[in-house]
Nanobody
Framework: QVQLVESGGGLVQPGGSLRLSCAAS????????MGWYRQAPGKQRELVAS???????TYEDSVKGRFTISRDNAKKTGYLQMNSLKPEDTAVYYC???????????????WGQGTQVTVSS
């Protein structure tokens, strides 16, 4: 079984920064794409940023230039550095990853439990 555990959320003032982490554990052969999603109250979950195993990244337009996604393959951990935070960034942030548990198996998709980010003065 594979688990994704997020950490690093909290309350921050507008203009502040937070760094989210997503640690993968369990029976892991390799991790393909990793992504960060967020869901604000009353809204659909949306993709914020993603990163391939090779390091290629994509970002949702509203976070470009403010958020940076990265990963440490040796530590099986993904990160989301969030700078210049705005009240509209307030949401539960979820980690997502495509994980292979062996060479012969196709990747399965996994979600973390989510971490709350609140941007408020």
């Amino acid at each position: 079984q594979v688990q994704l555990v997020e950490s690093g959320g909290g309350l921050v003032q507008p203009g502040g920064s937070l760094r989210l982490s997503c640690a993968a554990s369990g029976s892991i052969f390799s991790i393909n794409a990793m992504g960060w999603y967020r869901q604000a109250p009353g809204k659909q979950r949306e993709l914020v940023a993603s990163i391939t195993s090779g390091g290629s990244t994509t970002y949702e337009d509203s976070v470009k230039g403010r958020f940076t996604i990265s990963r440490d393959n040796a530590k099986k951990t993904g990160y989301l550095q969030m700078n210049s935070l705005k009240p509209e960034d307030t949401a539960v942030y979820y980690c997502n990853a495509d994980v292979k548990t062996s060479y012969y198996r196709t990747a399965n998709n996994y979600w973390g439990q989510g971490t709350q980010v609140t941007v408020s003065s």
